[in-house]
């Protein structure tokens, strides 16, 4: 954080980003390790969740400063390029956030057993937009 107040560039902000999302869940695994069986599994999966959730969320932000930046510059047409690319980094991200929020409704799933886990897991499916 001192290095990104001392040169406060974007590259700077995302790094800062990205290792307190590293530093939470370093910390979220710690608390995991109390857990045993398939509540740690849960765990575990939800702080990986948050943890990559919360990267694709820093790498659409420096993806759309940087097309802000580029399209302050430019033209209008390199206005429409930065929009597009930004829109592609939010698509990215959100994709991100629905993969790991699904890895944890799967792991959650496996607590059950026989037609109570299938339900739970086509549940999953349906909420995720998994086939």
């Not at 001192?2 to 939470?24: C, F, H, I, M, W």
């Not at 597009?84 to 629905?98: F, G, I, L, V, W």
């Amino acid at each position: 954080e001192l290095d990104a107040s001392y040169g406060p560039t974007l590259k700077s902000r995302n790094q800062v980003r990205v290792v307190k999302a590293e530093a939470d869940h370093a910390a979220a695994r710690q608390r995991c390790d109390d857990l045993a069986g398939n509540a740690k599994d849960v765990c575990i999966k939800e702080a990986t969740a948050v943890e990559t959730a919360a990267k694709a969320d820093a790498k659409a932000q420096l993806t759309t400063a940087n097309a802000k930046a580029v399209a302050n510059e430019k033209s209008d047409s390199a206005f429409s390029k930065a929009s597009a690319q930004e829109a592609t980094a939010r698509e990215e991200a959100a994709t991100a956030t629905n993969d790991g929020q699904y890895a944890v409704a799967v792991e959650k799933c496996a607590a059950y057993a026989g037609g109570a886990k299938d339900a739970c897991l086509a549940r999953a499916k349906v909420r995720f937009g998994k086939s």
